[in-house]
């Protein structure tokens, strides 16, 4: 396996050279509800499991999230949203079971020795396949570079920021993975129920394979953000004083000065924040989290057209992002301890953000979910 290195590492580390599913079981014996509400000119026939199953047992670390019909997306009160995040679409999403935080360390290290995996971060860069990522005529980098390592942050030193220019507060590091998720000298120790991260998609999905979970669907995820609560635009309402009290995110004037109102300027221990009303914790902040859809900037704008509710949707049928075309990007949620109100305030249940999917960077970790089909023996 190589690693392919990100478009965003490859940015940074250029303007620094140039400085100096698996088959469906069959559900029987299970409870389930029909959802009755605007479904009609859909599939009359759907039926959506809405509670828990009977008989089904909550895996260990896991919340049942209820399936609903909901709008996904911005809420029209919401100034800050973006224009991928809109107009908000009619789904119906079946409920599952979902990691009540995201994974830890302590988690990742017991998949790593129950298998050995070695991450994208600790191996070795493949010019060759980074060609195909990038520009044609682009220059090798200094062999030296094609080390292993990753994408830590670092305060700017000026108080003047571009905020469009991402190498003044990220740094390529050799060295850098989820052992060390802030350069070689760091460390997890001490820090076992921190998130993992410094976690690659391909990564994810190769814990979710090791413990017979998935990543969620954007959905999915926003589904289990609301736990409940539409029309809002964080997952505890509207009420944005109380940030500091409910999510690790940055206070301050980013990414020069962090107040540390929340108690924290990196990453938090999991359940430092109240859950939300499914028992879910850090669905705002802390660490941005991998889904499985395809990252495409235009995903709302064309599935809206269609008129229609959109039953279980698993995104975009391809990537697509305007910048940055060469990358193939997956959808992040849930902002992380860099989101602030001065540039884009990622803590708000609607926020997405698309990351490629060789990207390991020090605020992206994952949790992941569980369907009914996949529980059934």
Request: charged share 20%; with cysteine.
């Amino acid at each position: 396996m190589k690693n392919r290195f990100s478009i965003l590492g490859l940015g940074i580390l250029l303007v620094t050279l140039i400085n100096c599913k698996s088959e469906t079981k069959e559900k029987k014996n299970l409870e389930t509800h029909t959802v009755k509400e605007n479904i009609t000119s859909v599939d009359e026939k759907h039926i959506i499991i809405v509670n828990q199953p009977n008989g089904l047992n909550t895996p260990e670390g896991m919340v049942w999230v209820s399936g609903a019909t909901f709008k996904q997306g911005a809420v029209v009160s919401d100034e800050m949203a973006m224009d991928h995040e809109k107009p908000a679409l009619s789904v119906l999403v079946d409920g599952f079971f979902m990691d009540a935080t995201e994974v830890t360390n302590k988690q990742f290290a017991e998949f790593v020795k129950a298998t050995g995996y070695i991450t994208i971060a600790e191996r070795g860069i493949d010019w060759e396949e980074l060609k195909k990522q990038v520009p044609p005529g682009t220059p090798k980098p200094h062999d030296s570079i094609l080390q292993p390592g990753a994408l830590t942050f670092k305060k700017s030193k000026s108080p003047v920021v571009d905020l469009y220019d991402f190498s003044q507060w990220w740094n390529w590091t050799i060295g850098a993975n989820w052992q060390h998720p802030n350069g070689p000298k760091s460390t997890i120790k001490g820090k076992e129920n921190y998130p993992v991260v410094q976690i690659a998609y391909e990564d994810a999905l190769a814990y979710c394979e090791w413990a017979n979970r998935r990543l969620p669907t954007e959905a999915e995820w926003e589904l289990a953000s609301r736990a409940g609560s539409y029309g809002t635009i964080y997952n505890w309402g509207n009420d944005v004083s109380v940030l500091s009290e409910m999510a690790n995110t940055w206070e301050g004037d980013f990414p020069v000065n962090n107040s540390k109102d929340d108690g924290f300027e990196l990453r938090a221990p999991v359940k430092s924040y109240p859950a939300n009303a499914y028992g879910l914790y850090d669905m705002a902040g802390n660490v941005w989290e991998w889904t499985s859809d395809w990252y495409n900037a235009n995903y709302y704008k064309e599935m809206n057209g269609q008129n229609t509710v959109l039953i279980n949707p698993m995104g975009a049928n391809s990537p697509f992002t305007p910048n940055n075309p060469l990358a193939k990007e997956k959808v992040i949620k849930g902002g992380s301890f860099l989101c602030s109100d001065s540039y884009c305030a990622s803590y708000r249940v609607s926020s997405r953000m698309g990351s490629s999917m060789d990207s390991s960077l020090e605020h992206t970790g994952f949790r992941t979910v569980a369907s009914v089909d996949m529980l059934i023996k």
